[in-house]
T-cell receptor
Framework: GAVVSQHPSRVICKSGTSVKIECRSL??????MFWYRQFPKQSLMLMAT?????????EQGVEKDKFLINHASLTLSTLTVTSAHPEDSSFYIC????????????FGDGTRLSIL | DQQVKQNSPSLSVQEGRISILNCDYT??????FLWYKKYPAEGPTFLIS?????DKNEDGRFTVFLNKSAKHLSLHIVPSQPGDSAVYFC??????????????FGPGTRLSVLP
């Protein structure tokens, strides 16, 4: 079964709207969660690393004021795309690393964001 | 500049035969490599990994080979099954104990296993 739940799976909204995406680790605690973006036929690009209780670390070129990340608990991280525009349309995927040991990242099922 | 390359965007294989997916990397600091499988509209699922201290890791039908001198790894699936049809991503990181923060993904190879 899924160990990382991502919600919603699909969002269609008008330009200028802010959209919040949730990422939850279901059966483990994740001190670190990751947010990726995937354009069609391209690879997963790491946007930011979300650390529980502290500020997220953003990759170069990612606007932190545009993509707000909150990691309020050991099982929940949220990504808010503020004032979304059509160029923000993409597939956003979160992942989490099990706190307990050496395990690879578990990915959520992604969120397809379409801005009209 | 792509640090992880998967030069074949797609691959078709007959059911029961071997599927070989290739991955090349340029960063000599990478020392831990992973393969993920992704179905449409789903997140990637971890498949198999290999540390740079090994040259082979096997898990059931899946085997990953690493040639560090050539900066090349490959994923072998034997025998291939129709359910293996998916996009396969190769990923690399320079820090095994902190992987994720420095994950670099390849562009993916779409595998189609024909019945």
């Amino acid at each position: 079964g899924a160990v990382v739940s991502q919600h919603p799976s699909r969002v269609i909204c008008k330009s200028g709207t802010s959209v919040k995406i949730e990422c939850r680790s279901l059966d483990f605690q994740a001190t670190t969660m990751f947010w990726y973006r995937q354009f069609p036929k391209q690879s997963l690009m790491l946007m930011a690393t979300s650390n529980e209780g502290s500020k997220a670390t953003y990759e170069q070129g990612v606007e932190k004021d545009k993509f707000l990340i909150n990691h309020a608990s050991l099982t929940l991280s949220t990504l808010t795309v503020t004032s979304a525009h059509p160029e923000d349309s993409s597939f956003y995927i979160c992942s989490a690393r099990d706190r307990a040991g050496e395990k690879p990242q578990h990915f959520g099922d992604g969120t397809r964001l379409s801005i009209l | 500049d792509q640090q992880v390359k998967q030069n074949s965007p797609s691959l078709s294989v007959q059911e029961g035969r071997i599927s070989i997916l290739n991955c090349d990397y340029t960063n000599s600091m990478f020392d831990y490599f992973l393969w993920y499988k992704k179905y449409p509209a789903e997140g990637p699922t971890f498949l198999i990994s290999i540390s740079s201290i090994k040259d082979k890791n096997e898990d059931g039908r899946f085997t990953v080979f690493l040639n560090k001198s050539a900066k090349h790894l490959s994923l072998h699936i034997v025998p291939s099954q129709p359910g293996d049809s998916a996009v396969y991503f190769c990923a690399a990181t320079p820090d095994r104990d902190n992987y994720g923060q420095n994950f670099v993904f390849g562009p993916g190879t779409r595998l189609s296993v024909l019945p």
